[in-house]
């Protein structure tokens, strides 16, 4: 509810059009408040048949605003100078997002595609070969479906514009301009220009009569300023208003549209038109991306069923893909991997079956007769620096062939320890000697096991 300053405050206001001491809606509630001829006349008589007694509050602002010389063309004018930036943004605002919108429209490549792929569409099915179809029939692309996979005309069209042209954009994001435009009536929007005309015209009025009791020219000339700012304004919204709709028909005509039709078009519907459209192509083709996006994984699923988990690409690591290897390659892969395990086997085998160099104690020495201690000292010395040596050599060739081709599967620490606990020394093996089963397992020759 709109609360009024005090009686006093008002009149002062009003004769001052003070703007803060009341509000645009308080002038208009007043404008609904104004005493008639009669109401003025029977306070009159009652204050002069009893002048002892005070007026009423009602009574009171009444004949307070009765006392006001040209009161309700002073509210009118005040009104209208309050009220013409809105009345003027509502006109204005519509006008410049319907011409915006036509630009957006016109430069729109993804439009024209889906309207071309509608047309070629619409031929084929109807083996026809027409120039264009009417903007009214984009209302019902939705509504027409195949007889097959019960598809909408749009999902095919959707699809077709994404394969040939990926690039294309979703239009409704493009074309903002033409949504906001279809919430408008422009045809209520020609009356409301109108009538802000006849309004200013109406002001014009008002002002000469308020000048007629007005004592202070400042407030006039304030007001005759105003009036004429708006004048112009008004002139130019109506220039603008006449091209937009000029510009309309012409776009029309740039669609296609016949020339006998054009001027019979209203700009709300074909702003509507377009935008139900272009949001229903929107949810269509975010429908159809993501039906890709499905059978794009469904496809990559499928590509590894039937494969062991290792085989697939994220599992492979820096191995080669067997695709990328020719069969050639592989064979010869495979035939120098078996050269250098059997080279590796051979040398092993030599490792093992070579004979220690020096003497050793045997059962034909202790024939001999009798030996110097210092001379069996140094026989004893120079067999152990010999086994040494070997057993040295031995245990070099197997580090390196271990560090050279790591087994793939790391034995696990457990592993590890038990081989600890049961390991044995190579050199007392070698010294104790080696046992038949063990030389027949190693494939030595006879001679070899002898000597050993």
């Not at 009036?227 to 937009?244: E, G, N, S, Y």
């Not at 083709?285 to 794009?296: F, I």
Request: net charge positive.
């Amino acid at each position: 509810m709109t609360v009024l300053p005090a009686v006093h405050v008002i009149k002062t206001a009003i004769l001052n059009y003070d703007e803060f001491a009341i509000s645009k809606e308080g002038i208009e509630k007043i404008l609904t408040m104004t005493p008639t001829d009669e109401e003025k006349q029977k306070i009159q008589e009652a204050q002069l048949a009893n002048p002892d007694v005070p007026l009423g509050t009602a009574e009171q602002f009444l004949f307070s605003l009765a006392s006001i010389s040209a009161l309700t063309p002073r509210l009118q004018l005040w009104a209208f100078k309050l009220n013409y930036e809105a009345l003027e943004k509502e006109i204005a605002e519509p006008l410049f997002d319907l011409k915006l919108g036509m630009e957006q429209l016109a430069s729109n490549q993804t439009f024209r595609r889906i309207l071309a792929t509608l047309l070629a569409i619409g031929n084929f099915l109807n083996s026809s070969n027409a120039k264009g179809f009417e903007l009214g029939y984009l209302e019902k692309v939705v509504e027409v479906k195949d007889t097959v996979h019960r598809q909408s005309l749009l999902y095919h069209t959707c699809s077709q514009v994404l394969e040939n042209y990926p690039e294309s954009s979703d239009i409704y994001s493009e074309i903002p301009a033409i949504t906001r435009s279809a919430k408008v009536d422009f045809e209520l929007l020609a009356e409301n220009l109108v009538q802000l005309e006849k309004r200013c015209k109406a002001s014009w009025d008002n002002l000469k009569v308020v000048a007629k009791h007005e004592t202070k020219a400042v407030l006039k000339n304030k007001m005759t300023d105003f009036l004429k700012d708006c004048t112009q304004r008004i002139i130019i919204l109506k220039v603008v208003h006449r091209r937009v709709i000029n510009r309309f028909h012409s776009f029309l005509l740039f669609l296609g549209q016949p020339s006998s039709s054009a001027r019979d078009v209203r700009v709300t519907s074909f702003c509507r038109i377009i935008s139900e459209f272009s949001l229903e192509y929107r949810t269509t083709r975010e429908r159809v991306l993501t039906l890709k996006r499905k059978r794009a994984a469904h496809r990559e699923r499928t590509k590894t069923r039937g494969k062991m988990i290792t085989e697939t690409e994220k599992f492979s690591g820096a191995m080669p893909h067997e695709d990328c290897l020719s069969p050639v390659s592989m064979a010869t892969a495979a035939s120098e991997a078996e050269a250098a395990q059997e080279s590796e086997h051979e040398n092993m085998k030599n490792l093992l079956s070579v004979e220690p160099r020096g003497p050793r104690r045997s059962r034909a020495v202790r024939s001999l007769g009798r030996v110097s201690p210092s001379q069996m000292f140094v026989a004893k010395e120079e067999g152990t620096n010999s086994q040494d040596d070997a057993t040295d050599e031995i245990m070099d060739r197997l580090v390196k062939s271990v560090t050279q081709n790591p087994s793939d599967r790391p034995s696990s620490p457990k592993t590890r320890k038990r081989s600890r606990l049961n390991r044995k020394s190579m050199r007392r093996t070698l010294k104790s000697g080696l046992g038949v089963d063990v030389v027949q397992a190693l494939g030595l020759n006879s001679k070899t096991a002898d000597k050993v």
